[in-house]
């Protein structure tokens, strides 16, 4: 099977990349119309939900089957849903949903101009030196804002939720293994840019 | 760029226009117009070789060496 060029897995990318665009467009619009919604509809009932990652604490000690061992947890992380209300943070929320989309249709545009030129079989063209390296960039800070993101809403939830024998905690989840790939994307950026130069070096040597 | 390509030149000299050069020395016009331009960033040697052939001439007759 072919890797680069017409009917390989590059073009194959392009596609599924084409149909993820178009998915992340329609989100996109569907949630601006919330965001907008947002601040004038009333909501009633419990049918819109919000679910947030958080991380809590509990306070129950934990035997073993014997009964000899005890043991307890340290931290347990999950989503905690709760109905939504109209206010700042239902706004805030869908806002940065709203970025978040914004971001993701932003990378999954780049990613596409890549793989269209690598389906025609052009690897090597300076502007792809240019969107990998954005591309890079994006995921280093945008594992950073992902985790001010989960960050900002467990410690929300710590300040604004109780449970019995529980206790919230504001979570600090970062992927390190993110920034790494993000750093060695930034690295192949480079060998697409020097890429780049040797082709535009063999094009104009006659 | 400092070396400059001299084929303009040596070309009205030689009363043969371009398109016929190229097609004599099996370049393209497109390639043979980077030459003459002086938008080439290099030249191979076998290049260099059919046009000395072609045009009876030296390399030097071809190519100079212009302080920036």
Known sequence: MKVLGKRSIASFITSV????????????????????????????GDNLTFSVPVAVQLDAPVHGASGETSAHFEKLQGNLRFPARQGAFLSGSVAVVVLAFGYMFWIVNQLRHVFRSLSQGLPFVMANGRRIRWIGLAVIFGEFGRFAIVYFWSYYTSLHFVADGLRFAPSVDINPITIVAGLAILVIAEVFQQGARLQEDQSLTI | MAIHVKLDAVLAQRGITLTELAE?????????????????????????????????????????????
């Open chain 2, 24 to 68: 004599r020395i099996g370049l393209t016009l497109a390639n043979a117009s980077i030459l003459k331009t002086n938008k080439a960033r290099a030249v191979r040697f076998t290049t260099l070789d059919a046009l000395c052939r072609e045009l009876n001439c030296q390399p030097g007759d071809l190519l100079e060496w212009l302080a920036d």
């Open chain 1, 17 to 44: 990349l084409d149909v993820a665009w178009w998915g992340i467009a329609i989100g996109l619009v569907l949630l601006l119309v919330l965001l907008a919604g947002s601040t004038f509809l009333e909501l009633r």
